[in-house]
């Protein structure tokens, strides 16, 4: 059940999350990288509507869930491999 009026914004961002997660298939090391550079810009807009859709604000700050998650795409800064 959709409230609000960012509900569709939130349903519409979570689903491009999902359909970038799935059609990740790079060409060259470059084209993986805007992709992986995009795919975390998408991933930190959608944050604030993660934490209040999950109550988390008395556990985690949205900050603090950003930066959790550029630590995770930082850990496989090493890769090299366009398909991996």
Known sequence: KR????SSKQTDGMASLRQAARAAN??????????????????????PYVVKQYSLQELVTVQQLRSNIG?????NAHVTDPKV
């Open 3 to 6: 409230q609000g009026r960012n």
């Open 71 to 75: 630590e995770m795409f930082r850990k």
């Open 26 to 47: 790079s060409a060259t090391l470059e084209e993986a990288k805007r992709y992986m550079l995009d795919f975390y810009r998408m991933v930190c807009r959608e944050v």
